[in-house]
């Protein structure tokens, strides 16, 4: 009987909140809006809160320019004040300093399409973390 049930309780059963997700220094990484990852060898934490801005040129679109991403990041270790750290696309900063930390935005999905509305859960940032 349990396993005739069990099918049914991830149906009813709220989506909780995943635990971070463990990336590695000077390697790239994709964080979800509202998700956080972690550098466990670090203690270094980085939450996507949200995306703040995307004037991105949308493909099947002619644009004078170009246009930008900005993500709103979350930078936390163990113990330390958290800060707050505007990124963007295509214009400056690109990439933040935080606790002898660089943290660099090398993208932003899904790219913005000629009548298409992404939602912002849809977004994912790609980033890097290296040592400064």
């Known amino acids: 009987m349990f396993s005739v049930l069990l099918p049914f309780l991830f149906v009813i059963t709220p989506n909780l909140p995943q635990p971070p997700v463990d990336v590695r ?7 979800r809006v509202g998700e956080t990852v972690t ?56 990439s933040a300093a935080y606790r002898g930390y660089d943290v660099k935005l090398v993208n932003l999905s899904p790219y913005p399409k000629k009548d298409v509305a992404i939602r912002k859960k849809e977004y994912v940032a790609t980033l890097v973390v290296s040592r400064e």
């Open 25 to 31: 220094l000077n390697q790239e990484f994709e964080v």
């Open 39 to 94: 550098i466990k060898s670090e203690g270094l934490k980085i939450n996507l809160i949200r995306v703040d801005e995307d004037s991105r040129c949308p493909e099947g679109v002619q644009c004078v320019w170009a246009g930008n991403g900005k993500v709103v990041l979350k930078l936390m270790k163990a113990r330390k004040r958290a800060a707050i750290k505007n990124l963007n696309t295509n214009l400056d900063p690109k």
